[in-house]
DNA sequence: TGTTAACACGAAACCGTTTTCGTTATATTT
DNA sequence: AAATATAACGAAAACGGTTTCGTGTTAACA
């Protein structure tokens, strides 16, 4: 087992001083040819590579980001993540992921972790249980420590800092127009609860698009689910009694899950009922038929989140200046739908 | 924007030495009673959290874990990160993510850039390259200079560490044998090349099972994949010509595509054809029929893997004594075969 | 020959902790 | 009253770097 090797090492072999060490692996002017080059050599050979904690500690900068999510197995984070960590490495940054499971708490806990001196910036999605609460101190408390802070996706009004989200209503809004265009007439939302944001924001579309036509709204063919799990029965009673010729859902597996139980009624998607839902994953990709959605694109999501959070990390400057990137859906035409 | 507060600021402020402060926050017994309630007042009421890089420089110690993946939009892989990040949490560590995207280069380089004392060990699965082209390397540089490494499914002899595997022999080799059970005869087994670990023990079952039956193995029945990614053609080709009555996947999604492409067939699932998947992923659950599959309870796997390198961690001794902990795959029951 | 400039290098501070080892007072013992 | 123990605290080194500011040597110049 080879330790790893110092500067002072390097120094005692070479008698020379660490900060001439230090000067000479980073090709300073002050130091002669000679002396440079006997140090790189030496340093070459015995694999020198400097510690990034001495680094973080002197520089203030640890070069690490702090990414905050509700869950991992979820397509949509999965992919923020994915283009989170492909920008930050291009950069030179690493990505610390952190869970909170929807739950406050560990969201709270988490950040605390991270806040003190771990990372120099955060990336997050709000916890359904912090929208729900409404309580954001955690998050005002980093940013106030001029930490800079990304909200994506799930996003509040009640903090100061970047943001980033997909125009959720017009996605749900293009995507009711879609089938009020291919003479739906009774079109249904399987949504969950509104404190979710993007619920909300879907929610909105969709009445925005009915209100438009000359269909109006029927509250009754809104089913608001209590939570993000899936109530089967729910499902199943609703899509009974209601018998919608469309539904938006504002998820895949909503959607995935409706399809199924239309199909064993005997009814031919998408000519008796079609289905359009949100996220672009494998399992609208591989449904039978395949799930007509409208894409969040979250790799290009995390990608953004890093770009604007490791800017405003490197920026001198202490503008209190934020910005909201919205980005553009774009509905995905697959079978569920006709086409 | 209120900075941290340091130690120094609160020896100043309290006009004592930085020493005291810090023993007074630890309660020590070498300080008066009356000293500490006082420091201790003060570093509540300006919230005081120790800086976690000066802590790491010292001890030598980061709590954070790094996990290299080939990919992070595997449903596989996000379980078992969800394993690692909630063990690792509760026992105070962060969990920072590193994508290989399958390529040996960003193997390493992701390697070098936390082995600088970013991290107090690794917990990886290998990138397809990697096994390919049998270079461990950098594994071995990272393990001699002391740090510790798991590996996890993707794994390789070559290298002295702990590892988490699957079974991958016997779930491949249950899943035949319960194809033969159901009296199918012409049982085909689509995978990739054998490079990977997985699909070559995957395989072994399968071959295994096929030879202590009277059935024997038909060498035409292995439909091959060079890569990961799925040539939809090659799978078309085979299933027409070969018409199997079962088929072994190594995976869902070339499960879930093969059952839409016989059932468009016209084909009865599981009467006509059945079907077995490995990795017990939201496609399995929601396909239509739902897939059969061996589970590989990707999230136990996390939680193992991160005991066993944070106990390594952790352990003072220097044994050079590495363990292999082989889970049991478990096979989940769904409508694609007979039951 | 004395002054000065350039060159090559080292000492030391600093980042924020922890910890060892003094060093004072004050209290206790003989 | 002298010796010793104890309580309470501070100075300084250490972790591994970076960087500022000397400092000594040599060469060039007046």
Redesign the interface.
């Known amino acids: ?4 090797i110092t500067l002072k090492d390097i120094a005692r072999e070479l008698e020379v001083s660490i900060s001439t060490v230090s000067k000479a692996l980073k090709n300073s002017e002050e130091i002669s040819r000679d002396t440079k080059e006997r140090v790189q050599a030496f340093a070459k050979l015995y694999n020198y ?6 680094i ?2 002197k520089n203030k900068r ?1 070069k ?1 980001i702090g990414v905050v999510i509700p869950d ?2 979820h ?1 949509f984070f ?2 923020v ?2 283009g989170i ?2 920008y930050a ?1 291009a950069r030179g940054y ?6 909170s499971e929807e739950s406050f708490d560990k969201e709270v806990i ?1 950040m ?7 990372i120099d910036g955060f990336i997050m999605s709000l916890s359904s249980e912090t929208q729900e609460k409404s309580d954001y101190n955690h998050l005002k408390e980093v940013t ?3 930490i800079p802070v990304v909200l994506f996706d799930r996003i509040t009004n009640e903090v100061d800092c970047d943001k980033v989200i997909i125009d959720d209503e017009l996605g749900a809004y293009q995507a009711t127009n879609k089938f009020i265009d291919q003479g739906k007439k009774k079109i249904a939302l399987i949504t969950t609860d509104d404190y979710l944001s993007v619920s909300k924001a879907r929610t909105k579309g969709y009445r925005k698009a009915l209100e438009e036509s000359n269909l109006g709204i029927d509250e009754s063919m809104i089913l608001k689910m209590p939570s993000m799990e899936m109530d089967e029965m729910a499902i199943k009673t609703f899509l009974n009694e209601k018998e919608p010729d469309a539904v938006l859902c504002v998820n895949e ?1 909503f959607a ?2 409706s ?2 139980l239309v ?1 064993e009624k005997g009814l031919k998607i998408p000519e008796d009922i079609a289905f359009i839902g949100f996220t672009d ?3 609208s990709k ?3 038929p395949s799930l007509t959605v409208v894409a969040q694109h979250g790799e290009k999501m995390g990608e953004v989140s890093a770009k604007m959070l490791i800017d405003k990390v490197e920026s001198e400057a ?1 503008e209190e200046t934020y910005q909201t990137k919205i980005l553009e859906p774009t509905l995905v035409i697959r079978d569920s739908i006709a086409h």
């Open positions: 087992m080879k330790a790893k590579k400097p510690n990034n904690i001495a973080s500690l640890t690490n991992i197995v397509h999965t992919t993540i994915r960590e492909k490495n690493n990505v610390i992921v952190c869970l988490n605390e972790m991270l806040a003190n001196g771990s106030e420590q001029g597996i995935v899950y399809m199924r199909q994953g494998v399992l591989y449904a039978n202490e």
